[in-house]
Structures are given as C-alpha cells and as structure tokens.
C-alpha cells in the first residue's frame, strides 16, 4: 500500500493514496481521477506530482456527467481543481 507521510501535531501520519489523475480539463479546470479506493463528497484530498503538492475539499463530483456523492474503487470520477494538475498525479486522502 502507498502512502505519503506529512507531520501533523507533532507526529507522523499517513495520508491513503486513492487513485490517480488520468486527465486535466485545463478551460473547466476539472481532474479525472481513477480510484483505487472510495472518495466522498466533504473529503479532503493531495495532489502530489514530483515535488508539487497541494490540498483541497471535495465540493462536488460527477461520474459520465451525472453528479454523484461518492465515487467508488475503480471508478473515473471528475472534481472541479483549484490548481492545474497532470496526468500521472497521484490522490491521496488527507
């Protein structure tokens, strides 16, 4: 299992890698994240691409254009970005 480390408090705590930017709509500024894992509305995810990195809230998401409140492992899910990602950035629950 991947995890990234970041240092919360005082100690260490492991962030859970839950899928991957497939693609970046740079006009909409919209992720498609293929999920290894289950992501929710409300959640708190990282992108992380080399030493790049930042975090957001998940306000909405849709899946073949419908909007959903969960996405499920396996599924490609699409969320509205604050910054520009790329292919091949990996998602992490915080």
């Known amino acids: 299992m991947c995890y990234a480390q970041t240092k919360r408090g005082g100690r260490m705590a492991k ?3 839950i899928g991957k930017v497939i693609h970046y709509y740079d006009k909409i500024e919209v992720a498609v994240i293929q999920l290894s ?3 929710k509305v409300g ?3 990282k992108f992380v691409h080399g030493e ?4 957001q809230d998940v306000e909405s998401m849709q899946l073949e254009h419908v909007q ?4 499920k492992k ?3 899910i699409a ?3 604050d ?12």
């Open 79 to 81: 969320i509205k970005v």
């Open 74 to 76: 396996g599924q490609e």
């Open 52 to 55: 790049d990195s930042f975090e």
């Open 37 to 39: 894992k289950g992501l």
């Open 83 to 94: 910054k520009k990602v790329s292919s091949g950035t990996l998602v992490y629950l915080v």
């Open 43 to 45: 959640d708190k995810v």
């Open 68 to 71: 959903i409140t969960e996405g």
């Open 15 to 17: 962030d859970t890698l």
